[in-house]
């Protein structure tokens, strides 16, 4: 987020809260950029005082995979063979489906969505723990924001973050929901994975629909998983049939 927009979001804060005090929910936007060594993601959440919707952004070019990227090559046979491998997983991230993980405050649930292997998209309903946070006394600004440090552990690993007080609402992705303020920054001081705002809207300046999967079928984790093996199984069993057919028309 550039200092320009930060500095226009400023004025927003004594209108968001007044609103949020007659209990009309302001709709924001924030993108997180998770990065580490071997990590580098983006990740959108949009969130109001009562509840949040999040998804990772989807790739659209094959050639940001750790397999391609940067990639050298021996010879010129290999180079072309990679252009036709990332067209067609270019081809196929066209048709990916989006999947969106929906949370509401007050509540441990989680309802997002899931897909087979052919796209077909289910809705799984789950419930998640979040990390136990400790409110420091020390303060930064980042991107123009005011932002009181915390610290948590979760499962055995620490976090330090910042949290805007200023946004008063407490909604992040994953387990890291439950400051007092929108979180701008927090990092994981095992992997060091950190999540950090890259940019913020606040209101949003296109609002999406804030709501759960719900138009598909509801199955549980475990039946998701029954259902990608049962079609990995056919595949798998349809590709032995054909490699036992390359092997018999070898033979004759």
Not at 77 to 100: A, F, G, H
Not at 199 to 204: F, H, T
């Amino acid at each position: 987020m550039n200092t320009r927009s930060a500095v226009l979001l400023l004025p927003f804060f004594a209108f968001c809260r007044n609103a949020l005090s007659q209990d009309r929910a302001i709709t924001g936007k924030a993108t997180y950029e998770i990065a580490s060594d071997v990590v580098h993601q983006t990740l959108d959440v949009w969130f109001s005082s009562e509840e949040y919707l999040y998804q990772y952004r989807q790739m659209t070019d094959a050639r940001e995979l750790p397999a391609f990227k940067n990639k050298k090559y021996d010879n010129l046979q290999d180079s072309l063979e990679d252009v036709k491998n990332i067209e067609r997983l270019n081809n196929s991230l066209k048709t990916m489906p989006v999947q969106y993980w929906y949370g509401k405050l007050g509540s441990d649930e989680i309802i997002y969505s899931s897909f087979d292997n052919s796209h077909k998209t289910y809705c799984i309903r789950d419930t998640i723990t979040f990390v136990k946070w400790e409110l420091l006394p020390d303060t930064l600004t980042v991107h123009g924001l005011p932002c009181q440090k915390a610290s948590g552990s979760y499962r055995d690993v620490t976090y330090t973050a910042w949290f805007a007080p200023s946004i008063p609402v407490s909604v992040a992705p994953l387990q890291f929901r439950g400051l007092p303020g929108l979180l701008i920054r927090v990092l994981n001081n095992v992997t060091k994975v950190s999540f950090s705002v890259t940019d913020l809207e606040w209101p949003a300046k296109t609002p999406v629909a804030i709501q759960p999967c719900s138009r598909s079928p509801f199955v549980t984790k475990n039946e998701m998983q029954e259902i990608r093996n049962a079609q990995n199984a056919s595949q798998y069993k349809m590709l032995d049939a054909y490699r036992k057919e390359l092997k018999d028309k070898k033979k004759q």
